[in-house]
């Protein structure tokens, strides 16, 4: 019970990471407040928490919009009445576009999920944690946080962002009680990943996909205490891929 008494707001938990995340978190005794678009799914999950004895309710949100975002923050405040912990894990793929290839309304809306959304959430929480004394940011990064080639020119460039963005949150409100640091999942089965071609196991050292569950002990383990000294950090888990990159 890692997190017992705590409150999680987990953006974009309605599928895959952000799913596997909000079970985890729940079963370490968090509250946990799901968001996503789908009312469907994010019902089906925090209903499957409940079913589990676990405290969870969803709120249906669009991430690039700071007055739904702040809707979330009311409703988390308004039901469990502190927050604890804020897991930005929206994001969408570029399908390998090239910066020619690529529109500039698909590029605005990329980095509206993958860079404005995590911005957004981190500037509606902060002031609660700040008032706090204490809080805990996970944002959600990728192999392309350090190298190109798992995406496109967007989807990279927004990854590489999200590194700069957590390290600035750390650096700026790390002496004030928040703790801000970096998941960079590698080849994960999930629904963005699905129907990518399979070669690149072969340059995995552990030559297999990743599992939404492992990500998520991770993510349990960032938002706990045993990992208070971390602030600012980037945690890969890749199965090893970036290292022959």
Not at 41 to 49: H, L, S, V, Y
Not at 65 to 78: F, H, R, S
């Amino acid at each position: 019970m890692k997190l017992k008494d705590r409150v999680a707001i987990v953006f974009g938990g309605t599928s895959g990471l952000g799913e596997a995340t909000a079970k985890a978190y729940a079963a370490e005794g968090a509250k946990v407040v799901v968001t996503g678009r789908d009312e469907t799914d994010g019902k089906r999950i925090a209903d499957e928490i409940k079913n589990n004895d676990q405290q969870a309710i969803f709120v249906e949100a669009n991430v690039t919009d700071g007055a739904e975002i702040q809707a979330v923050i009311d409703k988390a405040l308004e039901t469990f009445g502190q927050i604890d912990i804020l897991y930005n894990g929206a994001g969408i793929h570029d399908a390998y576009k090239t910066a020619v290839e690529l529109e500039a309304d698909e590029y605005d809306k990329l980095m509206a999920i993958n860079v404005k959304a995590p911005y957004l959430a981190a500037k509606a929480v902060i002031p609660h944690f700040l008032e706090r004394g204490k809080g805990t940011i996970i944002n959600v990064g990728s192999q392309a946080t350090q190298v190109a080639g798992p995406g496109g020119s967007a989807y990279v460039t927004s990854k590489h962002a999200i590194l700069g963005f957590t390290k600035q949150l750390a650096f700026d409100f790390g002496s004030k009680g928040i703790k801000v640091n970096l998941i960079s999942p590698g080849f994960i089965e999930t629904p963005m990943t699905k129907g990518i071609e399979d070669e690149r196991l072969d340059d995995i050292p552990a030559e297999r996909t990743g599992k939404p569950e492992e990500i998520a002990a991770l993510a349990v383990f960032l938002a706990s205490d045993d990992s208070n000294y971390m602030h600012g950090s980037n945690v890969f888990m890749d199965g090893g891929w970036v290292l022959g990159r």
